[in-house]
């Protein structure tokens, strides 16, 4: 059991939607809906968050803000495209500035369909997510194991170098 | 030192997390309450806690996790002296140094939006360090002693001599629990305020280092209320107890109650307050004691 699935702190950007999926996003938040009953809380801070929500598409300005704010989160993190334009630009597929869904600039690992995505399936979608934080999570752990096993025989080899000189 | 403040010593040490970390779930459950949602379990701060050192370490700078290290251990030596019963103007020092610390941490990171929460941070120790010290002047004119042992032990309740004193901390508990209107710096419910303050660029074990430290400090707190009513006997501790839940309680509801004020009023009234409530109750015993050889 890890902790990771049981306090999911969410990071939300709005690409180029039309707004709906954002209010749906907002929804989730209040007494209806409550996602704070799951541990879920919307952070404003790359830095502390697990799950990066995305809405709307990416477009030529935005596509750099998109991949900074995956790079600043610490892993293991998760996307979740939520709407039709963050899974392939939906409505606006045809404007002259759009690249294509949110899965043009980073990878993206839940697709939450519908326009706008209904909060059920937002939260649907973050809780399908957890499983694959879950996963990363263990990967994660096992990668930083090996580096500081790495770490260790790389310091071991200098000194055993440093002796032999 | 004697066996007795060992015992509390190691008691707050060992056990202030976990009491810390439940009042944090409570708070987060009746505030969810208040505002008509179910909330999260009450064991979610815990959750939040050990989520956090889970994930991938990312600092900006070598000497962050320092500062915030420091900041923990200095919170933790803050709470140990009180608990031991010593002096309180030490108490007050240490927990002075542990906030500071805190303080260069964020002006550390040179996020932009740290250096703000840092520079507001000042400003609310500004605000409350004042109401502090007259705290302690307060008890030393009633019981010609800073110590904490010596207050405890005296038979008379301090709270009959320093009301106004009390109202005066219970105002200044709202900035020292981050809580609303006066949570400026870094606040509990508004994560995009500021993008989290002092909290900015910090992520993972720091943050939970931070997380930590705000629970002693909580504990300790709430240790301060206690000593306004506690003398001893089983009936006033009952009452002193009571009245550290009540006093979170109020800073709770206060919390839901209150949208965020400037930092000129959070200043400005902490300050009228402690002038007032603290000032007054402090001339009023002076009088009584050297005027009127009415002391304790
Ligand atoms: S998916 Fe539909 S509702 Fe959502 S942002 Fe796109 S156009 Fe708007």
């Known amino acids: 059991m890890s902790y990771v699935t049981k306090s999911p702190w969410i990071i939300h950007y709005d690409g180029s939607s039309c707004n709906g999926c954002d209010i749906e996003v907002l929804a989730c938040l209040t007494p209806m809906y409550d996602v704070e009953r799951f541990g879920v809380i919307n952070t404003g801070n790359p830095k502390h968050a697990d799950i990066f929500l995305v809405t709307g598409s990416v477009n030529a300005q935005n596509i750099s803000v998109v991949k900074q704010i995956y790079e600043q989160m610490p892993r293991p993190k998760v996307v979740v495209a939520v709407g039709i334009c963050a899974a392939s630009a939906g409505i606006f597929k045809e404007c002259y500035n759009i690249i294509g869904g949110v899965d043009k600039a980073i990878p993206v690992d839940v697709y939450v369909p519908g326009c706008a995505a209904r909060p059920e399936a937002i939260i649907d979608g973050v809780v399908k997510g957890l499983s694959v934080l879950e996963e990363k999570r263990k990967s994660l752990k096992e990668e930083l194991a090996a580096e500081t096993v790495k770490a260790g025989m790389d310091f071991k080899a200098e000194g055993e170098e440093r002796e032999g000189a | ?296």
């Open chain 2, 1 to 296: 030192m004697n066996t007795t403040a060992i015992i509390s010593v190691i008691a707050y040490v060992a056990l202030a997390p976990a009491a810390g970390g439940l009042l944090a779930g409570f708070d987060r459950k009746i505030s969810a309450r208040m505002q008509g949602r179910v909330g999260p379990p009450l064991l979610q701060p815990f959750y939040d806690l050990f989520k956090l050192l889970e994930k991938e370490p990312v600092t900006v700078n070598r000497v962050q996790d320092f500062y915030v290290l420091c900041c923990l251990i200095f919170m933790i030596i803050t709470g140990g002296f009180f608990f031991a019963g010593g002096s309180l103007l030490l108490v007050i020092f240490t927990l002075t140094t542990a906030s500071v610390f805190m303080v260069v941490a964020a002006y550390s990171s040179n996020s932009p939006y740290a250096q703000i929460g840092a520079s507001r941070e000042l400003l609310q120790i500004m605000a409350y360090e004042p109401m502090v010290l007259i705290t302690a002047i307060g008890f030393f004119i009633v019981y010609r002693s800073f110590n904490v042992a010596d207050i405890i032990a005296h038979p008379a309740p301090a709270v009959h001599y320093l009301a106004g004193i009390f109202l005066g901390f219970v105002f200044i508990l709202t900035i020292k629990f981050r809580k609303s209107p006066f949570d400026l710096s870094m606040s509990h419910h508004a994560h995009q305020e500021l993008v989290k303050g002092l909290t900015t660029e910090f992520s993972g074990k720091t943050l939970a280092m931070i997380e930590l430290s705000h629970w002693y400090e909580n504990i300790f707190l709430l240790g301060f209320v206690f000593l306004f009513f506690a003398n001893g006997t089983t009936q006033w501790t009952v009452i002193a107890v009571l009245a550290c839940l009540l006093a979170y309680f109020l800073e709770i509801f206060i919390d839901n109650s209150y949208a965020r004020m400037k930092w000129q009023i959070a200043v400005n009234s902490s300050w009228i307050v402690a002038l007032t409530a603290g000032g007054v109750n402090l001339l009023v015993l002076y009088f009584a004691i050297f005027g009127f050889g009415l002391g304790v």
